[in-house]
Every structure is written in structure tokens, then in C-alpha cells.
């Protein structure tokens, strides 16, 4: 028995082949076996320093906190970044004083 790649969409383990095309039951998705695999997306900080989950990130500007009068102020270290795809945020992270929080690559720099 060949082993099949997991899906490159949801990193099932559990794909199988349907002719040409390799299938995820749990997602739906269909690739070719000889399609290339995409690289997963890269994040970047304000000075263009690639970013990974665990980071140390530090805020350029001060940004303000939707929906309450805090302000997140310039200099803020945030430790243990987590990169994400959800919304149009790409980091969620919990900064002291402040509580958890999805911040933008475009206003950090990698610390």
C-alpha cells in the first residue's frame, strides 16, 4: 500500500485516490498528485523580517483598542505571537494590561 500526501488544505491524513485526483474526506478538496504543493503563506513585519508562531513582536504605533478607550502604545513588547489566516488580522496574541488581542504584521517589527 502506497502512502498518500496529507491534504494540503487541512492536513488530513486520510486522503485517497479517485483516478488522476487525490480526495480529502474530511474537507472535500481535490488535488492532483502532480501538482506541486504550495507553501504555506508567509508572514512578513513592517521591516520585511519573516515572522513565525513563538515570536517576540514589537508595536510601531500606537494603536487603539476597538471598543475601549485603551491604547496599545509604541514600544509594546508582545511575547509568544501565534501567526493566523482568520479575518484580516494575522496575529493573535495577549498583551499585558491589555488581555488578548488580534494585531496586523503591518504595525509590528520583529523584536
Not at 472535500?28 to 512578513?44: D, F, I, L, Q, T
Not at 515572522?51 to 502604545?73: A, E, N, R
Not at 509594546?76 to 496586523?104: A, F, Q, S, W, Y
Request: with cysteine; proline share 5%.
Amino acid at each position: 500500500m502506497s502512502q498518500l500526501p496529507a491534504c494540503p488544505k487541512c492536513e488530513s491524513p486520510y486522503a485517497y485516490e479517485d483516478g488522476a485526483m487525490l480526495v480529502c474526506p474530511e474537507c472535500g478538496h481535490e488535488w492532483s498528485a502532480n501538482e506541486p504543493v504550495e507553501a504555506g503563506k508567509v508572514y512578513r513585519d513592517a521591516n520585511g523580517n519573516e515572522l513565525q508562531d513563538g515570536d517576540t513582536v514589537t508595536v510601531i504605533k500606537d494603536l487603539k483598542v476597538k471598543g475601549s478607550s485603551l491604547v496599545v502604545k509604541v514600544g509594546t513588547k508582545v511575547k509568544n505571537i501565534r501567526l493566523t489566516d482568520e479575518g484580516d488580522h494575522d496575529i493573535d496574541c495577549k498583551i499585558d494590561g491589555i488581555g488578548p488581542m488580534k494585531l496586523k504584521t503591518e504595525f509590528v517589527k520583529k523584536a
